[in-house]
């Protein structure tokens, strides 16, 4: 029996010793979730895009804190708050958190087409360039692209680009779908009047009408006019909470009450259902609190940097205007590829992003600030040499 006990003791030794190692473990771990929740220890400045937000302290408490439920079963109080909220900032019955911008735009697709259905958009969309070829992958839809100016069409080129009905081998037009802001059209804001214009186009056809609203918060700082005001024409609109928002994740569509009801299903086949997601609502609910109006800052800042950008030799601003937070350059004039004055760039501590053989694109959010702004531009121009 004495060598048993003795066995025994030893191995609860091991495994005391083991339990001490994991609790220094578990709080080394815990030391450095925190130092990440108040610090962003990148080691470089990043214009790549404004999805490379992190959330900020503010943010982590508010989602470490949520009141959360089953949201399948629709007992998620803050995931329903969001949700109730967006609802009621685009103007619309109601609406659905969903864990990308994408799902957004491709539920939207399947709930409004079916097989055999054309999609009225630009070519440099995002739902037509971004997104895999979802519309027609699962919703059976084909996209016909229009004329525009950066993004924006008329409500002419809708008119001109609607098949007739009466043709049985043609594809059925159904909807006309535009971006707010658009992003290969340089951050450009539909107006008011463009959008009314091709509204009544779509009206006058009988076309379902869906913003993509990815930068919908920008647009709407830019230009002083409500997200309800802006949606008030469309079917289906969404917005984008892991941009310049700030979020981990996220975005929220919303339409009518059938709509949305359509849209769960859609939701539970593309896998987009989950549970407890008041932990990411939270982080939308204080986004909207705490990071909309500041969306300005980033405006300003990219203002900035396409001044000190176009002043750099060889460097051209591909859009006269810079009206949110996107900035596009052309390195043609300088004899050097868009990826090679990517990476010298990244050696300077600056990231910006190759959007083509010759085409660079900086965006700025809430992690970078305006002395960031001065030092990108010098690190720009010490990568044209």
């Excluded at 019955?93 to 799902?103: R, V």
Aim: charged fraction near 20%.
């Amino acid at each position: 029996m004495l060598p048993r006990r003795a066995d025994k003791g030893a191995a609860t030794l091991r495994w005391v010793r083991y339990h001490a190692r994991m609790v220094q473990l578990v709080s080394t771990l815990a030391i450095g979730i925190r130092t990440m929740s108040t610090a962003h220890p990148r080691a470089f400045i990043d214009l790549f895009s404004d999805t490379m937000t992190r959330p900020s302290p503010g943010m982590r408490k508010a989602m470490a804190e949520a009141e959360v439920g089953d949201e399948q079963r629709g007992e998620d109080p803050t995931t329903n708050a969001l949700q109730e909220r967006v609802a009621a900032l685009l103007g619309k019955e109601a609406a659905m958190f969903l864990p990308s911008g994408t799902m957004c735009n491709q539920i939207a697709v399947a709930v409004h087409c079916r097989s055999g259905d054309e999609i009225i958009a630009t070519d440099n969309s995002h739902l037509f360039t971004f997104e895999g070829a979802g519309g027609a992958a699962i919703a059976g839809a084909q996209g016909r692209s229009v004329p525009h100016e950066q993004g924006i069409f008329t409500g002419a080129a809708v008119h001109a680009a609607v098949r007739d009905p009466t043709m049985r081998h043609s594809p059925r037009s159904r909807m006309v779908a535009i971006e707010q802001t658009q992003n290969l059209g340089g951050g450009a804001v539909w107006s008011e009047a463009q959008i009314a214009d091709v509204a009544k186009a779509a009206q006058a056809h009988a076309l379902i009408l869906h913003m993509d609203g990815a930068r919908l918060p920008n647009a709407v700082v830019a230009s002083g006019v409500s997200a309800a005001k802006m949606c008030a024409a469309f079917d289906s609109a969404w917005l984008d909470l892991s941009k310049g928002l700030g979020c981990p994740i996220g975005g929220v569509l919303a339409g009518s009450k059938d709509f949305i009801a359509e849209a769960w299903r859609w939701k539970h086949r593309l896998g987009g259902a989950l549970r407890q997601s008041g932990i990411l609502a939270a982080a939308g609910l204080y986004a909207l609190d705490h990071n909309w109006e500041r969306l300005a800052e980033d405006h300003a800042n990219a203002q900035r940097f396409a001044v000190l950008a176009g002043a750099v030799k060889g460097i051209k601003l591909m859009f006269a205007k810079t009206a949110t937070n996107l900035v596009f350059l052309d390195t043609t004039g300088t004899g050097k590829s868009a990826k090679e004055i990517s990476e010298a760039c990244l050696r300077h501590g600056v990231r910006i992003g190759a959007m083509g053989p010759t085409r660079l694109r900086a965006v700025t959010h809430l992690d970078v600030q305006a002395a960031d702004i001065e030092t990108a531009a010098k690190a720009l121009r010490a990568a044209v040499g």
